[in-house]
């Protein structure tokens, strides 16, 4: 992908992907790499973030002989996704109005 994508819409991103059932680092990590070059050394911390602001929990389920580590989002988590598809919506269709000339600047 061409543009930078910021912290706060990997976040955005990985709530979303919770949105629709619990996930592990692994495949949490191919969905948000669908969209930006992340590195895991950026996307754990911000994994970490997410649970100590309260917006998933973890927990550990045993998979072909090995233990992985799941994320689950909380209530917290299902209204802070909420907040941020509302700013997303905002965000793209502020571009979507500048990109289609729809959008003047009000100073001229």
């Not at 988590?77 to 289609?100: A, H, M, P």
Request: charged share 30%; net charge neutral; glycine share 4%.
């Amino acid at each position: 992908m061409y543009y930078p994508v910021s912290a706060h819409l990997i976040e955005f991103l990985i709530l979303s992907v919770l949105q629709k059932e619990d996930s592990y680092g692994y495949e949490i990590s191919r969905t948000v790499k669908l969209v930006a070059d992340i590195k895991e050394s950026t996307l754990y911390p911000i994994l970490k973030k997410l649970e100590k602001n309260g917006f998933m929990t973890t927990y550990t389920k045993e998979y072909q002989g090995r233990k992985r580590k799941y994320y689950s989002l909380t209530d917290a988590g299902v209204e802070e996704l909420k907040f941020l598809n509302s700013e997303w919506i905002s965000y793209r269709d502020t571009i979507d109005d500048i990109v289609e000339g729809r959008m003047k600047d009000e100073n001229r």
